[in-house]
């Protein structure tokens, strides 16, 4: 019998998926990676940015850093209505059409309370302002809500306030396979988390010292990223990320991972990229190569604002973007077997 040769990397990604990371508000997944990496052998800590690090000590002066960003988009509560109605605004570019009406779960201080997001009644006529999403307008957070049914007094006791955010409902979040895809919302950037801990596992005596970093608050700047940059002297940033398949980029769906050469927030080094190419190549990875608009990255930030010299973003292609989102498993177990070649290859070392 053959045995799947990606269930593994699926229960992986399942597991992070349903712990909620709003940015900001990451503790779930705090507490699953803080037991997880040191489980895998790795020496971990997690910064005052809250950032998870886990650090592999290499044979050779020098370092570099994988990031996978691990918070997720959703919503922020504005206010706190009448009748246990909750108006919200995004948190990163999430897009109320996308989650469509159904549960989301919103992290109260002192409890997780489910509501619905609601768009109104459909049986309306021009009267109702609900009849220009069914006609021509995309329905925005400012004409959307959240029924809880519960009191000021519930909502308040539960610690849910202006500020708490709000997720897609853990139970709608749950992946699906489709052949050798992968389905859910949150891929972004929970399965190049997933990476990172394949890395922590298997990846032994790299030539310098690589940290693994699970990077916080990157969906609303690259906070997290920011901070470890200007504290820890890097040779070279690599990012793990999602690409957009769209028609407007050369990308094809499959197991070829993408390299960027630029995006939104400027240009990625060649050298580095490069290099990476040459390992692709060494180790018969399929690559593919783009320029994207509307994108960034922890390495593309922090390049721009100049925290590291030299960045580059490996991604896999992704449907859906910031939607329910569908991966090849293929391609993000090439990252991993991509990733783990070029952190044991010499030439790593050289820079300039």
């Known amino acids: 019998m053959n045995q799947d040769p990606y269930n593994q990397l699926f229960t992986t990604i399942e597991e992070l998926v349903l712990h909620h990371s709003p940015s900001g508000v990451e503790g779930e997944i705090d507490q699953y990676l803080l037991r997880r990496l040191p489980e895998l052998g790795v020496e971990t800590w997690q910064d005052r940015a809250g950032n998870v690090i886990a650090k592999i000590p290499g044979r050779q002066a020098g370092a570099i850093a994988i990031t996978a960003h691990k918070d997720e988009i959703g919503g922020i509560v504005k206010t706190v209505a009448s009748e246990g109605r909750l108006e919200v605004r995004k948190l990163g570019g999430a897009f109320p059409w996308v989650y469509g009406e159904g549960v989301v779960d919103l992290l109260g201080d002192q409890q997780t309370i489910s509501g619905i997001l609601s768009f109104g009644s459909r049986h309306v006529s021009h009267e109702s302002p609900q009849k220009a999403q069914q006609e021509k307008n995309p ?11 519960c009191t000021e007094a519930e909502l308040a006791a539960a610690g849910v306030r202006p500020g708490t955010r709000m997720v897609i409902g853990k139970h709608r979040k749950r992946p699906i396979r489709l052949k050798d895809h992968i389905a859910s919302y949150t891929l972004d950037n929970k399965a190049s988390v997933a990476i990172l801990l394949a890395l922590a596992e298997q990846l032994k005596n790299p030539v310098v010292d690589t940290y693994l970093v699970a990077s916080a608050k990157e969906e609303v700047g690259a906070i997290g990223a920011l901070y470890f940059t200007q504290n820890q002297q890097l040779d070279a940033l690599i990012a793990l990320e999602i690409c957009p ?3 407007e980029y050369p990308i094809q769906d499959g197991e070829a991972p993408v390299l960027l050469s630029q995006d939104g927030y400027g240009l990625y080094d060649e050298g580095l990229n490069g290099e990476v190419r040459q390992v692709a190549a060494a180790t018969d990875i399929p690559l593919q190569l783009a320029v994207i608009t509307g994108f960034g990255s922890d390495a593309s930030i922090a390049m ?14 992704t449907q859906n973007t910031h939607g329910y989102e569908i991966a090849h498993l293929g391609a993000i177990a090439n990252c991993i077997r991509l990733l783990d070649a ?5 030439f790593n070392i050289k820079f300039g």
Do not use: M, N
């Open 342 to 346: 070029y952190c044991q290859t010499e």
């Open 304 to 317: 721009k604002f100049g925290h590291v010299a030299r960045a580059a973003c490996l991604s896999f292609p």
């Open 245 to 247: 398949l769209s028609s």
């Open 139 to 149: 329905v925005l957070w400012e004409d959307a809500w959240i029924e809880t049914k």
